[in-house]
């Protein structure tokens, strides 16, 4: 979230030769990219625009992300895009596959989402 990044910095800058896989939108990692270490894999996602892994600063993979019609809400989009992301990375390591779950994965959760008063 772009308002809690400047929180986040102090931590990136402090464990960035930890973190193995990072994600966030274009916004955020404009401001965070210089404290990235350059073994992360950074998965950008940037609204309609290809959702980009990059490692090292270098563009290593980007996935269409397709227009839906009749989104629902949003809510939720980017947990279940990194939550579609990691059980696939988790299981095969595949970067591209994985970023195609987790595009599907957040797609069908936009489409999908009910009110708690719906239930």
């Known amino acids: 979230m ?3 990044v400047n929180f986040f910095i102090p931590v990136l800058k402090k464990y960035s030769n930890k973190i193995d896989i990072l994600f966030c939108n274009m916004d955020e990692y ?6 990235i270490d350059s073994k992360t894999i950074v998965v950008i996602t940037n609204n309609s ?3 980009t892994a990059a490692l090292a600063f270098n563009k290593i993979y980007m996935a269409e992300v ?12 980017g947990d279940s895009f990194i939550g ?3 059980g696939r990375y988790l299981q095969e390591k595949n970067l591209e596959e994985s970023i195609k779950s987790g595009i599907m994965i ?5 489409l ?5 008063n719906e239930q």
């Open 84 to 86: 579609g992301f990691l």
């Open 66 to 77: 397709d227009y839906i019609y009749n989104v629902l809400s949003t809510t939720g989009a």
């Open 49 to 51: 625009k290809p959702v």
């Open 2 to 4: 772009i308002h809690s």
């Open 106 to 110: 957040s797609q069908k959760s936009i």
């Open 112 to 116: 999908n989402i009910r009110t708690f």
């Open 30 to 35: 404009i401001m965070i990219k210089e404290y």
